[in-house]
């Protein structure tokens, strides 16, 4: 079955104006899916939206909504009440990195309120829609980093294993009622929000960097196959030795020591 027959006729794409949400929104208008595109940026927003029906002849809806408002979720679906929307794509996050008494509370409960609430409340509020009809997808990004605690950006990995944990519940409970789960477990990728927090240093980690279409092929390939998906073979290799090979105390350790040296003058 063709994904605009599994999942259209309308896609929301929550986090959208570039990077992965924009290749994400590129790959479902490619295969026919109209688009409602969610994110702050209203002229990203606009001049994608504007690229996406041109070239793709789909319809398309921008939201302009800031995801981590705490009534956001609520905001959005005010706007969609009138759109039979088969498929859901949470990509926005907020990464506040540094050590963590250097950030504020304010901008770990901004991460907490990005990361994990909005995506709880929308997966809440749409999937009744999809449940009724016996049809729908629901596709949430996590991080490698979520995998065990993750030091300097602790509240952000946190945010990311909820996701994880979040969906694999889910698909579990409903693969059975038509509606697929699924999350995306990334590594790194040449986002302009990666680029823009990745210091000079971009040898290492930098050549195991994917590209955002990369992903988004994985990750629809493997929606409604699976629970969730680790794009790219490094990143599946990287991921079984530290979650089975190593003892988690070493991963924890072999993680700080990565993100110290790639975030921390030290
Ligand atoms: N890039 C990586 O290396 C990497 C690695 C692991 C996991 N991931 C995951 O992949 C996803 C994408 O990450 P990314 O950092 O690379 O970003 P991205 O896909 O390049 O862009 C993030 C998108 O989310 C939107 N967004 C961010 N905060 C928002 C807010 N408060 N309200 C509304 N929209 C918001 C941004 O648009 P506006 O700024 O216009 O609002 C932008 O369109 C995230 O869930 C991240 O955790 C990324």
Redo the contacts with the bound molecule.
Sequence with gaps: MSIQTRYGPWAIV?????????AHAEELASRGLNLIL????SE??QSLALELSTRYDIETKIIV????APD?AEQIVRNITDLDIGLFI??????AIGPFLERSLDDHLKEIH??ALTPLKLVYLLAQQMLDRRRGGIVL?????AFQGSAYIST?SAT?AFNIVLAEGLWEEWREQGVDVLVCV?????????IASEPERTGGLGDM?MH?EQVVREALTALGKQPYVIPGRVNRMASFVMRHLLPRKVAIQFMGRVLRGKYMQV
């Design positions: 929550a986090g959208a104006s570039e990077g992965l949400g924009a969610v994110a702050r940026r990203l927003l909504q800031d995801l981590s956001a949470y990509n926005a996050a907020f990464s990005t990361n990004m996590s991080s490698l980093s952000y990311k990334s590594g790194a990728v040449r986002t302009p929000n990666y960097t955002p």
